[in-house]
């Protein structure tokens, strides 16, 4: 055994070097030399029977065989783990590592673990907000959709806590990672103790990291963790534990091979039962038959104190930790941060006819498909490869890709099909349903001609043009010419980051999120791979294609004709991907057609069937692929939010008088209002809210507005409002909540609303539980509105205060010249309008008008100004009641936001008594 395997207290001191014999040295260096060589012929003449020896232009194929071949199905330990074989026994572990394991299945321990998935959202606490560990960490909580609240833990942290539980008493977070170990450690007693007593009692643990590198050492101890430390600067050939219970994804027993990334490696060492090692390593001069393995992340089960924890002996340099970050995750939150482990896997290859000459398949590239489709089965379930094909391009190859051609026709019934556009054009160049449907035709009747089976419902556009931003002319010519139900794009709602990827509903068809594999059209030589061949390698084995898959429950990848030629890199790539997953993890993969994927989807992830429409103009991509007859300038700057009663509609009049506004076109069903976002209007699209905003040859120096009362207090508005339009500027009146919820009881009646018809305003106020339901929606309706604070708040999860203007609706019915005089310095337009001059004060009507240069002012409609008896006495005090709380939390956002109280807040406040 080396010495320098054995632990420091039996290490013989070393003995005086002796100088070496010269001729054994020259021996040494000839033996060396000619192994060097041996070797050096053996992998060069075993090279270029794998790959394509070529240089930057491209072979002739017609003579030369240029492939990585497609190897048969082999076993994990054969094609994956290289040297060391593990022991599944704990002969190598260390005594104090050697312990029984007492504490069962860790997802049995906690039996409310079903009651409480409603809150899988993790307290982070990283050093700042760029550290690269923290956004590795933050990356895999995204990538597995779990949600978090990042606190920043600096060098001054004092342990300041967020509140840990909601206000019902239920637990906030279902675990607590640190991203230095040594916060959590240092905590102040109290704070530290209330964190664990926390944990404890709700069933949940704690992750931390240990980065000597970059927090200098701890020294030899985490004090009061009962774990001692060990510094390595680098360790080689990870092994996972195989008796961990602490693991549900990661498949044990396996071993990595060679040296681990990063430098600076903490091992740990106990003597307690309750932890459990989970990684384990060697150190850089020792094999496993000669030394004990080194724990470098340790489970502490929490047998001691209730409380779990999983220390990291580094950072997540190396794929096998982030894999157990994620396992990690699922057992110190009993299971609520948990993925599953079916996996839905469907590979596209796209442009079946298309591709330069050189590049396209043979007859032997074909076969070699058909092969490795049959070889995948053993892996995944029903694996069957899905061809896009624009037939335009049928037999435009050499002789041999030609025959290519036809060999995959012949075998058409082995694959399913989708159809692109017949010439392989960009959809949103075309502004045309007509046609569009007719490019669809002349492929559709190719399909038919050679018999290819097209019932898939799928489709999927050449380079994502026209899925997302929608081109409404594509969806009518999918469903109008093939009944396309399904269809995938990389671009919502963005192209990168790529676990940021979502899926929708539009017209009908659900579009699901498509990822890439690292294979593109020009991806066609494992040597010429961008980045070296060891790129993809890294990507497949670990990498960012591994965690793709990992992540998604349904993956669909974007591959190519070409990608299946050449180097048949394709199938490279999947094989290796796939035997990797098999190799270290326990995801169950299988495949299902289209259809049924999308299904799968929508009914693992239903919140996504809505879209959220982004503004196409803030993205380069989008911009590319947006219809050319669509314009940024169609767009509004200002949107009057509401709410309903509060004088909007005078204030969407006034604006539109000045020269540098311009107003939306009216609607026939809601006259000035556009109600966009805040009902199934949305679902339409952006070109339908874009038809609303008139082109005209000065738009670019006029600001555009719409107004529609009902966003104010409308949930999802904010959201939509702030995808779409995220610099627009918003306008809010309030004013008396108490006497708005009369005006709009008055307002119900006068249109015939035969629930508010039927029953007095104090009826509506007083409405108990024991009301009908349909009094019950009308209370809601009316007295929700002013919930002031509560919907302003909503509106400033989304906007900056800097782009929110509160107008008091008191002042614009008694000064609405010096009102709009500040509107406009909050837009910042030019010329100033003098709207004192614009506006006349008409006592008949009892508010103000718009001045005419001849004939009578032109006041709003007859309804306006219409006079109502007077509120009973009981309903106002009711409603000052009920309004008391929600006008204190008012006082306390305008306070904060450094705004003047209006007047009438004042006078509720003091005239209201509090229950």
């Not at 609240?149 to 967020?162: H, T």
């Not at 000669?290 to 724990?295: D, L």
């Not at 299971?335 to 000459?357: E, N, Q, T």
């Not at 009711?878 to 709380?885: D, N």
């Amino acid at each position: 055994m080396r010495m320098h395997c054995l632990p420091a207290h039996r290490r013989p001191l070393p003995r005086p070097s002796r100088r070496p014999d010269p001729r054994h040295l020259l021996l040494l260096l000839l033996l060396f030399s000619a192994t060097s060589l041996g070797l050096l012929a053996y992998y060069v003449s075993r090279s270029s029977r794998r790959v394509s020896l070529s240089s930057a232009s491209t072979p002739n194929r017609e003579t030369q065989t240029t492939h990585v071949p497609f190897r048969p199905l082999q076993s994990c330990s054969e094609s994956l783990v290289k040297g060391i074989k593990h022991r599944r026994s704990t002969e190598n572990l260390a005594p104090s590592q050697m312990k029984p394991n007492i504490s069962g299945s860790l997802f049995a321990k906690h039996s409310w673990l079903g009651t409480h998935r409603n809150v899988p959202v993790v307290l982070l606490f990283l050093e700042t907000h760029y550290s690269s560990l923290g956004q590795e960490i933050i990356a895999l909580l995204e990538g597995a959709r779990f949600g978090y609240q990042l606190e920043v833990a600096a060098a001054g942290f004092k342990g300041d806590l967020p509140s840990l539980r909601a206000p019902d008493g239920q637990a906030r977070f279902a675990a607590v990672v640190f991203e230095n170990v040594l916060r959590y450690v240092r905590l102040d007693g109290h704070k530290k103790k209330l964190l664990e007593k926390y944990c404890s009692q709700f069933g949940m643990g704690i992750i931390g990291f240990l980065q000597i590198n970059e927090h200098g050492s701890p020294g030899p101890e985490l004090p009061g963790l009962g774990l001692h430390v060990q510094t390595f600067s680098e360790l080689k050939h990870a092994t996972i534990n195989p008796s961990a219970t602490a693991l549900r994804l990661t498949r044990p027993g396996n071993t990595f091979s060679g040296l681990l990334p990063g430098r600076e490696w903490s091992a740990f060492h106990w003597n307690a039962s309750t932890f459990q090692p989970l990684l384990l390593a060697y150190p850089i001069a020792c094999q496993p038959s000669q030394g004990q393995a080194e724990t470098v992340v340790v489970y502490d089960r929490g047998l001691q104190d209730g409380v779990q924890r999983v220390i990291f002996g580094n950072g997540l340099f190396f794929w096998l930790q982030r894999l157990l970050f994620v396992d990690i995750l699922a057992a110190v939150s009993g299971g609520r941060l948990s993925l599953k482990l079916d996996r839905y896997l469907l590979v596209d290859i796209d442009d079946i006819f298309v591709g330069k000459d050189g590049t396209r398949m043979r007859p032997s590239d074909v076969e070699a498909l058909l092969t490795a489709q049959n070889h995948l089965r053993d892996l995944v379930p029903n694996f069957t490869f899905n061809l896009g094909f624009s037939g335009k391009f049928y037999h435009t190859g050499s002789a041999l890709e030609n025959a290519g051609d036809d060999l995959l026709l012949a075998y058409r019934h082995h694959f399913w099909w989708f159809p692109h556009m017949w010439n392989h054009m960009q959809p949103h160049l075309f502004p045309n349903e007509t046609f569009l449907a007719e490019q669809m035709r002349l492929n559709k009747q190719f399909a038919i001609d050679h018999g290819i089976p097209t019932d898939t419902g799928y489709a999927v556009s050449p380079h994502h043009s026209g899925t997302y931003p929608v081109h409404p002319p594509l969806y009518q010519a999918w469903r109008r010419v093939w009944d396309i139900r399904v269809t995938s794009t990389e671009e919502y709602p963005h192209l990168r980051p790529a676990r940021h990827r979502r899926g929708f509903i539009h017209k009908g068809i659900m579009v699901l999120p498509r990822q890439t594999c690292g294979l593109f059209t020009h991806t066609i030589f494992y040597r010429q791979y961008p980045g070296g061949p060891e790129e993809l390698d890294r990507s497949i084995q670990g990498g960012e294609l591994f965690f793709t898959l990992l992540f998604n429950p349904v993956s669909i990848f974007m591959t190519h004709l070409s990608n299946y030629g050449n180097d048949r890199l394709g199938l490279y790539t999947f094989e290796g991907l796939l035997k990797f997953v098999r190799c270290w993890t326990r995801l169950r993969v299988q495949t299902l057609p289209p259809l049924a994927v999308a299904e799968k989807y929508f009914q693992l992830f239903p919140s996504e069937r809505k879209p959220l429409w982004q503004n196409p103009c803030d993205d380069k991509r989008h911009w590319e692929i947006w219809s050319k007859e669509n314009s940024c300038d169609r767009l509004p700057q200002l949107i009057i939010i509401g709410p309903q009663k509060t004088g909007t509609t005078a204030l969407h009049a006034f604006l539109s008088l000045h020269p540098a506004l311009t107003p939306s076109l009216p609607s026939e069903s809601s006259f000035e209002e556009v109600q966009f976002f805040n009902g199934n209007n949305y679902y339409k699209g952006i070109n339908w809210y874009m038809d609303f905003f008139p082109i005209s040859s000065n738009t670019s120096s006029k600001l555009r507005f719409e107004k529609t009362a009902n966003y104010f207090e409308a949930e999802a508005a904010p959201e939509r409002a702030a995808a779409l339009l995220p610099r627009g500027r918003l306008i809010a009146v309030i004013t008396s909540p108490t006497d708005r919820a009369y005006s709009w009881y008055q307002h119900q009646r006068a249109h015939g609303d035969s629930t508010a018809l039927n029953h007095t305003f104090l009826e509506v106020v007083s409405a108990g539980p024991e009301g009908s339901p349909a009094l019950q929606a009308l209370q809601h309706r009316c007295l929700n509105p002013g919930l002031f604070s509560t919907h302003v708040q909503r509106w400033l999860q989304y906007y900056p205060a800097t782009q929110l203007l509160l107008l008091d609706g008191q002042q614009l019915r008694s000064k609405p010249a010096t009102l709009l005089d500040s509107v406009q310095r909050f837009l910042n337009i030019s010329p100033y309008f003098n709207y004192t001059q614009a506006l006349t004060y008409e006592a008949h009507k009892g508010f103000w008008c718009i001045k005419v240069k001849e004939g009578k002012p032109r006041c709003l409609g007859k309804g306006k100004g219409r006079k109502y008896p007077d509120m009973e006495a009981q309903a106002r005090v009711a409603l000052l009641e009920y309004y008391h709380t929600h006008n204190l939390a008012l006082v306390k956002m305008l306070n904060r936001l450094g705004l003047p109280l209006p007047l009438w807040l004042r006078e509720e406040l003091f005239t209201s008594q509090p229950r």
